[in-house]
Structure formats: structure tokens, C-alpha cells
């Protein structure tokens, strides 16, 4: 596929940057880390996007994890359409809304939830309910972990911040993140100090159940155990930020990979992505008691326009209901599959790499010798070499998160003509890396 045309995007991006910043409602879409036009997509259909040039890709963005069955899915798309043909939005409660929030209490830990729009919604309003509940302020955060672009939780952030390596959070006012703790991640013994001095002023720990923004930097065993423990010795919540993992490491998120085998789950857990089918659409909950305090059944106030909208809860809804054990293990099998020939195909190149996971998602971790298990490790990427992989696997059909720092997302379409378009791929693009290494064209 090399030599594509991407004149049509290169149009709309000129269009686009007169009248959004930087051309893009998502800062990393574009493309500042690895350079070249971002592509304008057009469709996107099972496994494949096809842009607005006419080139198609295989992708393991997924619209950055949403889409579990695909893109387009048949009985979503059905769903949707009628769903749409009742009314976009009523401004009242309605069914599909009591049905999505039924079988997110099902799947997981929480015994209510609230829905929302948007993962940043979610973990803001967890944390809100978190200190009324509490009636403290501080907040304890790792380094690396992304919450959304919640101002109090942007210090030391994953994601875009990283990306882009933006310096501390402009527009965020000091006094706004005083009472945030940011923490090492993976690290029990900086928590405890942490809460021997702090701890009568500490409202909650939050967490990412398994930070993929930073990369896939999966918490070391017996970690979130250490920190539901650390939390309630002290009288503080555990909020297990699920908006990534939720649904899309396991079929309960990734509370079902340590929480539910080692018995402990937390006070309070968000969800998006996978939930909303696409839609924006997201959730938070928890234990009952703490979840009360919600208006108007109780004192904190959180409220929001379209939440719990019909078309975006239907999609949500048939998403989950699709997402069988079964399809879970076909996912598993696929992201096996994909990390291994990466890793191969790497290796073959001579290109120093180490392939992290959580569940059915992962990351390539490019330059390193040892497992990553931190913010300042995940820091040490070779993101030139990133940069040139990506390009060349652009180049030849295949569409990957434009970041070092994100996750790579496998659906249940990623059918054998997927994985050979990426297998093809594989060689040439591992080469360009290495060519990068060397600091060669």
C-alpha cells in the first residue's frame, strides 16, 4: 500500500485547523507524535476503516477500545436504528437506561450505578462522591494513570499529556491540585508513607485497574489488593477506574482478573468505552451505601442532560449483551496472536521491545531490556523508533493508536484476513524501527 494518496485528509485537516484547535476534537488524533497527515475516516466496517481517500486499514484502535464486536455490527446497527426511530432523547427516564445499568451491576461489583456521558464525567463525579461521602478533601493518584481531563486529576497524567509532553497542567490552577497526591504506581510502600502522614485528610486512592495510558502497565500482583487495604484501615475509598479496562480486558473488566479471585472489590468503579457501543456513554458506581448519597436520594449533586440516553444506552446495551464468555476467550486467543507475530517480527529486527498486558489489551513497550512497572519506565520508550514503525505500518494498511504511550485494541472481527494484512506488514515496518534505533533513514 505504499506511495497511498492522502490528499482528501490533507484537505480536511487544512479545513479543519481554521476552525478547531490544532484540527482535531482529541488532541491526540493529531498525529503530532509520529508525524504525516492524519487520516479522515469515512467507515468503518468488522475489523477495517476505510478513509476518505479510499484507503482501507485494518484497526487496532477500536475508537480507542468501544468497539469490542467491530466496527458496524449488525444487530447494533439494527438496534440502533430503531431505537433512533422511538426519538434521539427525552429528557425523562426510560428503558434502555434501566436495562444498560441492570447489567453493569450484573457483570461487575457494583451493586448501583449512575450513568453518564463521558469517562472524565464519571471519575469526576466518583471523586466528588468520594469526598462528600468522606467529608475530606486529599486525593491520592499515581503517576501515569489518565482520569480524564478532571482538573484535580490531570497532575502527572497519562495519555495525551504524554504524548504531546505537555508540562504540568496549564490552565489548572494550583490551588485546584493542592490537595492531590501523586504517587509512583506499583509502589505499596510510598502509599503507606503517603497515609501515615496524610491519612485522616485522605478521601479516596484512585486508580486506572490497569493503566493503559502510559502504555499497558498492569498493576504487580496483589497491588489493588494493597490499596482497597490501605484505604479502609485508614477510613478513605478505592475508586478502580474501569472507563478502558471495563468490559474490554474481561467480560467483568479487570476487577475479574484480581478483585473477584483474591475476594476484595472497590468502593467505587467507572466505566465508559465498551459500555457505550460506540455512543458517548459512560457510568460510574459502587457500593450502595456510598452511592445513596447521590441526589436526589442524597446530598451530592451530579446531574447531566443526555445521560442515560436512549440511542446510546440501546448500543450499549446490545454490545454487552453480545459480549459473551465465549467471545472473551475468541479475544484472548486474538490478542495472543497479534502480540506474538509483533514480538517476533520485532525480535527478527534486532529491535529491544517488551509486549505488556492486561486481559485481551496490550502495548508495545519500545527500547526497553525489563517489564515496565511505572510512569518513569514507561518514560524511557524509544518513541523514534515508534514513530517510524507506525508510519510504515500506516503505509501498508494498518492503523495503530499514533501514541507509544497507548493501548492497542483487538475486536471480535479480527478475522484471519486481518491478522495477515498485519503479519505482511510486520517486516518491513520492524525494520524502519530498527533503522530508527540506529538513527538511519
Known amino acids: 500500500m505504499g506511495g497511498v494518496s492522502t490528499e482528501r485528509s490533507a484537505a480536511l485537516f487544512d479545513r479543519a485547523r481554521r476552525v478547531s484547535p490544532g484540527g482535531v476534537n482529541s488532541p491526540v488524533r493529531a498525529f503530532k507524535a509520529v508525524g504525516g497527515t492524519p487520516r479522515f475516516m469515512e467507515q468503518g466496517e468488522g475489523a477495517w476503516l476505510t478513509d476518505v481517500d479510499g484507503n482501507r486499514y485494518v484497526d487496532f484502535v477500536g475508537s480507542w477500545g468501544p468497539m469490542l ?3 458496524a455490527h449488525p444487530a447494533v446497527i439494527d438496534a440502533v436504528q430503531q431505537a433512533v426511530s422511538r426519538g434521539t432523547s427525552f429528557g425523562t427516564p426510560a428503558e434502555p437506561e434501566v436495562r ?10 457494583a451493586e448501583e450505578v449512575r450513568l453518564v456521558s463521558s469517562g472524565t464525567e464519571a471519575t469526576m463525579s466518583a471523586l466528588r462522591l468520594a469526598r462528600g461521602f468522606t467529608g ?3 486525593v491520592v493518584k499515581f503517576a501515569g494513570c489518565y482520569h480524564g481531563h478532571v482538573d484535580a486529576l490531570l497532575a502527572e497524567a497519562g495519555s495525551g499529556i504524554v504524548t504531546l509532553g505537555i508540562p504540568g497542567t496549564p490552565g489548572v490552577p494550583a490551588h485546584v491540585t493542592a490537595d ?6 506499583n509502589d ?7 497515609f501515615a502522614e496524610y491519612g485522616q485528610d485522605i478521601a479516596c486512592i484512585i486508580t486506572e485497574a490497569a493503566p493503559g495510558n502510559m502504555g499497558l502497565v498492569p498493576p504487580l500482583p496483589g497491588f489493588n489488593a494493597a490499596l482497597s487495604r490501605i484505604a479502609h484501615e485508614h477510613g478513605a475509598l478505592l475508586i478502580s477506574d474501569e472507563v478502558m479496562t471495563g468490559f474490554r480486558a474481561a467480560r467483568s473488566g479487570h476487577w475479574e482478573l484480581d478483585g473477584k479471585v483474591e475476594g476484595w472489590a472497590p468502593d467505587l468503579v ?7 457501543g460506540g455512543f458517548p456513554a459512560a457510568a460510574f458506581g459502587g457500593r450502595r451505601e456510598i452511592m445513596e448519597q447521590l441526589a436526589p436520594a442524597g446530598p451530592v449533586y451530579q446531574a447531566g442532560t443526555l445521560s442515560g440516553n436512549p440511542v446510546a444506552t440501546t448500543a450499549g446495551l446490545t454490545t454487552l449483551e453480545l459480549a459473551t464468555p465465549e467471545l472473551y476467550e475468541n479475544l484472548l486467543a486474538t490478542s495472543h496472536e497479534v502480540r506474538r507475530l509483533v514480538s517476533d517480527a520485532l525480535t527478527a ?3 529491544t521491545h517488551q509486549i505488556q498486558a492486561a486481559g485481551t489489551m496490550f502495548s508495545v513497550m519500545w527500547g526497553v531490556e525489563d517489564a515496565v512497572t511505572d510512569f518513569a519506565g514507561a518514560q524511557r520508550q524509544d518513541t523514534a523508533a515508534f514513530a517510524a514503525f507506525f508510519t510504515s505500518m500506516l503505509d501498508q494498511g494498518v492503523y495503530l493508536p499514533p501514541s507509544a504511550f497507548e493501548t492497542w485494541f483487538v475486536s471480535a472481527a479480527h478475522d484471519e484476513e486481518a491478522l495477515s494484512t498485519l503479519a505482511a506488514a510486520l517486516p518491513t515496518a520492524a525494520a524502519a524501527a530498527a533503522r530508527a534505533v540506529d538513527g538511519r533513514p
Open 69 to 71: 464486536l467491530g466496527h
Open 270 to 276: 467507572t466505566f465508559g468505552k465498551v459500555m457505550g
Open 100 to 109: 444498560l445499568a441492570e447489567a453493569i451491576v450484573d457483570r461487575t461489583s
Open 188 to 194: 505499596v510502600a510510598a502509599v503507606e508513607a503517603a
Open 349 to 351: 529486527a534486532g529491535v
Open 136 to 138: 475530606r478533601d486529599r
Open 180 to 185: 492531590t497526591i501523586v504517587l509512583p504506581y
